[in-house]
């Protein structure tokens, strides 16, 4: 279970939608990888392997390290006219860069 994460009504619809369009046993990963203009980035995927380190709440999984860094994070979908994505609000982030995927702790 994923308590650590608030996921809004719109993410959870929107990743349902994208599910229900894959193979079945595939999952909406969340992870936080090394990398992106200000050090960290988001990344969302598609993966049909849970991982021993893995949280899983419903068709999303989350490996443990991202957790740490995720905790009292709100995901939310957008759609804007530049695009569509997921946005992740994050308030131990110290600052991020102009995309909202990258930031810094």
Same mark, same amino acid.
């Given at each position: 279970m994923i308590k650590e994460i608030n996921f809004s009504k719109k993410a959870v619809e929107r990743i349902n939608q994208l599910i229900a369009k894959k193979p079945s046993g595939t999952f909406f990963r969340i992870a936080v990888k090394g990398g992106g203009c200000s050090g960290f980035k988001y990344d969302f995927t598609f993966d049909n392997k849970i991982e021993d380190n893995d949280l899983k709440h419903g068709n999303i999984v989350i490996d443990n390290s991202s957790l740490e860094m995720l905790k009292g994070s709100e995901v939310d979908f957008s759609q804007e006219l530049i695009g569509d994505s997921f946005k992740i609000s994050n308030p131990k982030t110290k600052s991020? $860069?102009? $995309?909202?995927?990258s930031f810094s702790f």
């Open positions: 991020s $860069c102009g $995309c909202g995927i």
